[in-house]
């Protein structure tokens, strides 16, 4: 068989960097070019801030990967009619690209990653167009985040409630979203071919990783910090259950004003002994990994609801591939690959002491390397990138020769 051109379309992420998508992406990938897959990104909408970019270029390669803006700019415009101008560019740059790479034989599968209910019919329409497969990619399942839109939710809510009718295949993160999936498909006359590909990391970036130095010991909390501000206050109230003067907590991702004021009057109110550092700007991967490894323990708090059964955090494969303690809880994914004092510390789900209890484990117990050593060989096994490369080539194989023979 000659080469599988992948196209990838997301406008959820900024390309080649960004945060935890833009990485997750960026392995996948990578994972398919190593398994001599040709794989290219388009971003149909800007990403970035004028005053702040972390993507400057229109188009390029990076890892192998070519990747470009489909409507001319990663910069995202300020007045009205050049945002207007701008959606419709994309809607039309994104067509006129995928039929262009048509033509030229560059196009035989598009993954889309995406929870726009527009955006997937636009991509459903013009795959069928060119009797191309379109998959989907899920990651998480019906979220209202703080700074969304009425539209913006009604359009994600559409999105979940109509995406498995428009797809070919679909690509899930976890168990939840698997059984969810299967569900859906068998209400079709044609069963969905869904495959489960885990959160990933590169575990040769963690390899003789000299850690980040710092004036204090701190514990480490990475995530969206809008999107999961109750977490992060949840974070702050049990590290200041510890009472520990000498231990400060480092918060590393994107963060608006607001939610910063939320949490520096969370750490007030819950009396933090410690120093609370934010770590508001984009960091690339040498430092975050740096900042990783660096740490006495790493924090993934989950709650026990919908959205955390069906989510896989991204930041658990670089968590545990870094080789620093990984405290979290017995929630959805985390639950099945990690085991409480062996691989991870793991509490109950939504118990402020208990996940208090289980950092002050990671600090303090005597078998805290070994199970940071365990967690580590987790990633190895269960979340290398290449190792996924190949369970997606061979399935995205598959679903191109079944297409083929239905037409």
Known sequence: MPQINVVYIGDLFGFPDGQAGSSYIRLLCRGLIQAGYRARVLIP??????????????????????????????????ALLNRKWSRLRSRLGTQLRLVQLKKYGELDCVILYSRSYQRLLEIRRICSVLNTPLITHLTEWRQNEVNSSKEETRNANLFYSEVFEHVDAVIVISHFLEELANSASLRQSIPLPIIRIPVLADPQKFVNIHPIQRNRPYLLYCARLDGYIEDALFVIRAVACLKRDDLDLVLVGKVSRVSQERIYQAAQESHFAGKIHLECNFL??????????????????????????????????????????????????????LEDGKSAFLSRPGDLDHFSKKIAEALISPNRIQVAFAGQQVAREHFDYCSQGDHLKAFIQQLIISKSGKR
């Open 45 to 78: 909408n800007p990403t970035e801030n004028k005053d702040n970019p972390i993507n400057t270029h229109t188009s390029g390669r990076v890892d192998g990967i070519d990747f470009e803006y489909t409507n001319g700019t990663p910069f995202k415009p300020t």
């Open 284 to 337: 690339p991967d040498d430092k975050l990994y740096k900042l990783y490894a660096g740490a006495e323990a790493l924090l993934a708090p989950l709650q026990e609801n919908e959205v955390s059964r069906a989510r896989f955090p991204f930041k658990l494969a670089g968590y545990l591939a870094s080789g620093a303690p990984v405290v979290s809880c017995q929630v959805g994914e985390v639950a099945r690959y």
